[in-house]
Structures are given as C-alpha cells and as structure tokens.
C-alpha cells in the first residue's frame, strides 16, 4: 500500500516536470512532429484490422440474436452504431493501443534510463523529462481522438459489408439502423474519453520506464506493469467518465 | 579547479563512497583509479550532480555547486563534457546528429558553423565517414570515439571521461590519450579520467587517486605510484607480471 502510495506520488512530480515551461520550443516541436507519426501513424493499420472485423462480427452477432420478425430491421445497424461510437472505438481501441503503444513507450524511455542517455540528457541542459514525455503526451492528445473517428468509421463499415450479403439483412435497413437516432453527444462524449485515455496511454508507461533502475530484464517488467495498469486505469476512468456525463 | 569535501554517498546500505576529499587541478589530467565497483563512475555523476549526495561539498572554481538550483546548475553543466562509461548515445539519432546536439543546445552558431565543429571533432577522433550512422551500426570503440567527440563538441572547462579508452585497440586509445592530454593544456581544461589501463596512468597520470574501499586511499603522479609504500594500491596496481617486472626494472 505504501509503494502504491510512493508510486503515485512520484508520478506527479515527474509530471510537474513534464510540464515545466520547455526551454527549447523548437525541439519539443519537433519531437511532437516525430512522435505523432511513430507512434499515431504506425497504429493506424491495426486499428483498421481490429475495426472492420470486430464491426463485422459485432453486426453478425446482433443479426443472429435478434432474428425475431417483431424486432425492425434497423435494429441491427442502430445497435453496431451504438456499440462502437459508445464503447469499442473509445474503450477497447485505447486499450488495445496501451498494450502497443504503452510497451513502446517504456521500453524506449527505459533503455535510455538504464544506458545513461537521459543522464546525458541532463549533462547537456536538457529538462529529460520535458524532452521526453512532453512530445508523446502532446502527440497522443492529437491523434488518439482522431483514431478513435477512424475506427468509428471502419467498424461501421465492416458492419455495412456484412449486412451487403447476411441472410436476413439488407443494406438498407443497415443503413436505415446507422442513421437511426443519432446523437451528435455520443461523439463529444467518444472523444472526452478518449482525450483521457491518451493521457493515460503515454503519460503511465513514460513514468515505469523513466523511472527503470537495473537492466534489460526490468525494462521488460516496466513494459509489462505499464499496459497493466494503464489498462486498469483505464477501465475505472471509463467508468467514472460514463456515469458523470451519461447517467 | 574542482574540489570535493568530505562527500558521502550511499545506496541504501552500500555505503559506496566515505569521506572523499579531493582536488581536481586545471591543465592537468586528473586520474581516478579503483578496483570494479569501487565507486568510481559514482563519484564522478555525484559530481555533476547526477546522483543526490547523502552530505559534503562540491566547488566548481570556488562555487559550491550542490546547493543550486536547476538553472545555475545548468550554467556550470554548460561547461561541463561528459564521456559515460557506456558512451550514452541518443539511439534515435546520428552520429552526426548526436555531436550536433550539445551545440543546438547551447550555442546560437549557424547550422554551418555547428556541422563544421562536429567534423572536426570526429575528426580529432579519428572518425571520418561515420556522421550518417546510428549508434546501433557502431562498433563499441566507435561508439565510444563518439561520445568523445560529443563531450568536447562545446570546448568544456570541465571534460569527464569514464573509461575513455577500454574497448579500444592500443593504437586508438593511445590516439585518445594523447587527445584528452592535448585538449588538456591547450585550453587548460580542468579534466578528470577514470581509467583501467596501466599505460595511461604511467603515461598521463599527473594527479591520480586510487578509490579504495570508498575511500581515497591514496594520492600522487605517475612517478610517485611506482615507488608508493601502499600494499592495496601496489596490488592493485602491479597485479600484472608485466608492470612488475616494470617495477622492478
Ligand atoms: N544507480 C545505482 N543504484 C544503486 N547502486 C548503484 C548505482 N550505481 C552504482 N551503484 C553501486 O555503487 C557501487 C559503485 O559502482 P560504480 O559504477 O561507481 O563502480 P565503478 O568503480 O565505476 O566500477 P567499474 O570499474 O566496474 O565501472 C557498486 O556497488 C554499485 O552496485
Ligand atoms: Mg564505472
């Protein structure tokens, strides 16, 4: 209990850190630029991959489940709409990317902890953890609400694929279902969480692994902590988010 | 100049350095000798403040450096060159890139300028063709070079090196030698050199202490560390057959 105690409290003092007025502008600029396009742009084919099947299969599983000739047929569009603007595309997106992106953060922040790179990084007037963590928070911040859209979009369409050829379904009341009630607050509230999430995603793991003491085989167990309790974290903010802006 | 007074540091109950006291003079090479673990690379980071010391002093040119802040300390770090011990390149860039990086930070020169300073330094290493290389493409005597030419990219009134030439074949690290010596006195840097290779010492060492016990248990110049009455240091020192048959020559 008291490490926990310790662990979060160091975690807000890295974060005062983070957050000092930078000194360099032009060099967090740049690191945004670069970390905006490893870590956004190298998840954005698993993020299509994972949208388009889970769509496909979340429309499937609604078809089969309510083949009932008292249900409407827009019913099945309306629900895989639901499902992935409230829950898939925010939530289990942003905790598919803890998992990629949160062991790539520490496991990179941490070996330059333990082969004395951030030391350098001191040595030569650098705030390390502005240098750091600063640009992949920023980064985050910007491109995680925009993966969480394409993966509204794409899951929704694998959605529309299936219903062109299932049994039982058309495509229009596919489309019929899609267009069914919509609530332009379900997006606010997506995107809400999602701008939490990416806090979340980068900010937990930069903090295990700039904080790594020993070698290789503790940066694979900082790794391993990172998407475990940013995921945790995750799931509890999920929670709290949904009864304050939706109960 | 640098003194250091009465310095404590431990990690938890490894009491790695006791009651060290010691003065590092410019234009000379100061060397830090010292079995494996006995504290040597720590004393150095506790020095540029890198590690917390438990209590004692340190003095850059009379200034008591650990009781500053963030912002006055970077005015000192800005002269200080580092060499780590594992040579700390930045991985996600260029040899090239990783020299450049002190100067962008703290100089206002022209990117002309600045790239006209890190060829010369890769050149004062003996590293031409290398600029558009990752570290992970490196050799570790490369690597090392490098990190050389980093720590003297910015002209440092305080130049650290650890271990500058392990990892190296005698020829480059004699090369190194001679470059840290000339660096040394022409613009008399204030440099400290931790160091494994008896051939240093003998040939560079004008002010060397020997860590023992994380304590400095002895102090002198190359020619008082033959004759020195002191078993560890004796030990430590002619462990080999080769430096005792140079002793006894
Ligand atoms: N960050 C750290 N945390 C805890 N203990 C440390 C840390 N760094 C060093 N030590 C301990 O301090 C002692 C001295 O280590 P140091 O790296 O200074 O040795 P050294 O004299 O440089 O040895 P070598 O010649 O092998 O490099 C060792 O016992 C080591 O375990
Ligand atoms: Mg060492």
Known sequence: MITLFENIGAYFILLSRVFKKPDNYKLIFKQTIHEMVSLGIGSLGLIAIISVFMGAVVTIQTATNMNNPLLPGYLVGFATRESFILELAPTVMSLILAGKIGSNVASEIGTMRISDQIDALEIMGVNSASYLVFPKIIASLIFIPIIVIYSMALGIIGGLVVSMYFDGMTLNDYILGIRFDFKMFSITYALIKSVFFAFIITSIPSYFGYYVKGGALEIGKASTKSVVYSSIIILIINYLLTQMLLV | ?249
């Open chain 2, 1 to 249: 100049m640098i003194e250091v007074k009465n310095l404590y540091k431990s990690f938890g109950d490894n009491h790695v350095l006791q009651d060290i006291s010691v003065s590092f003079e410019p234009g000379k090479i100061n060397l830090i000798i010292g079995g494996s673990g006995s504290g040597k690379s720590v004393l150095t980071k506790c020095m540029v403040g890198l590690h917390e010391i438990d209590s004692g002093s340190i003095l850059y040119d009379g200034k008591e450096f650990t009781t500053m802040n963030f912002k006055q300390k970077k005015k000192i770090r800005k002269d200080i060159g580092m060499l780590f011990q594992a040579s700390a390149l930045f991985d996600s860039l260029t040899v090239e890139e990783n020299v450049l990086f002190p100067l962008e930070m703290y100089t206002k020169q022209t990117k002309k300028e600045m790239l006209e300073r890190v060829n010369f330094c890769l050149d004062r290493v003996n590293l031409e063709n290398a600029n558009k290389l990752y570290p992970a493409e490196l050799s570790g005597g490369m690597k090392k070079r490098v990190g050389i030419a980093r720590a003297i990219a910015l002209n440092p009134k305080y130049l650290f090196c650890d271990e500058p030439n392990s990892g190296l074949d005698p020829f480059t690290g004699i090369v190194i030698d001679q470059l840290i010596q000339e660096i040394t006195k022409e613009y008399n840097m204030t440099t400290i050199v931790i160091t494994h290779d008896m051939n240093s010492v003998m040939e560079t060492g004008e002010n060397i202490m020997f860590l023992y016990q994380g304590k400095n248990w002895w102090q002198g110049d190359n020619h008082e560390i033959v004759k020195a009455d002191n078993k560890e240091l004796s030990e430590f020192v002619f462990a080999s057959k080769i430096m005792k048959q140079f002793r006894n020559a």
